[in-house]
């Protein structure tokens, strides 16, 4: 590569990394501002003090383990049952020579097409004679039914390009068909596991359309309820909001990157086990 090609690359690549960075960046200089700072309309100077005690109040006063501890259960019991269904349905279109199986396969993408907001109506009322409105079910579920076809379109993608004869070699020593998708496909197929993780972690972690239609006990509401906490009638504690922002958003961006390592490993990890 000729340096002025290497020059334009860095610029790009540190433009991109300032467009990413600086939103992060000014949310923590907000939220350490007091309301006539932010309200003075100088967003980008520092804060004259450092208010930590709108981290305090975050806390306090927008029951944050609560919700964090809801959010965690409700994304968590998605996650888990994602990776299951679509490794499962992957494996079975991706290895398997049966009739249906492109069917299958256009049915997930076609689930991919139907908007979240279009389902509100139907689901509340399928929930409502299910009795499981306002419980954790009532996310869950078709949390689960939002993410799965994503998953299947990135996870089948990969499985068809694992070589047949790794599966061969596992029939000759006498592996079912259990056993060569335990033992075989999933240690391969980790790291487009870690990318569903992360997809699916960062698309149902501040959902709130679903969580706010089918959720109303103050005991199972999720993370984004509490900037609600918030604003009243006649004053709203902006300071207070951008500690909570942080604080949601503190644990999307570690859990980023502890699988975006846990990706590079599972490539390492694929290969050698392959």
Known sequence: MFPLAKIIVFILLGI??????????????????????????????????????????????????????????????????????????????????????????????????????????????????????????SLILPYVAFQTPIAVFIMSGFMKSIPHEIEESAVVDGANVLRIFWSVIIPVSIPPMMTVCILTFINIWNEYILAATFISKEALKTLPFGVNSFVSQYSVNYGAIGAYLVLGALPVIVIYFLLADKITKGMVAGAVKG
Do not use: C, H
Request: hydrophobic share 55%.
């Open 16 to 137: 991109l990394l300032v467009t990413q960075l600086y939103p992060l960046l000014w949310l923590l200089i907000y939220s350490l501002k007091n309301n006539e700072e932010i309200l003075s309309g100088s967003f980008f100077s520092l804060p004259s003090k450092l208010m930590w005690s709108n981290y305090t109040d975050a806390i306090a006063s927008g029951n944050y383990f609560k919700y964090l501890l809801n959010s965690l259960i409700t994304t968590t019991s998605t996650m888990v049952l994602v990776l299951l269904l679509s490794s499962l349905v992957s494996f079975a279109i991706s290895r398997f020579r049966w009739k249906y199986g492109q069917l299958v396969m256009v049915l997930f993408l076609i689930g991919m097409m139907i908007p979240m907001q279009a389902t509100l109506l139907p689901l509340m009322l399928i929930f409502k004679e299910m009795k499981i409105l306002n419980t954790l079910w």
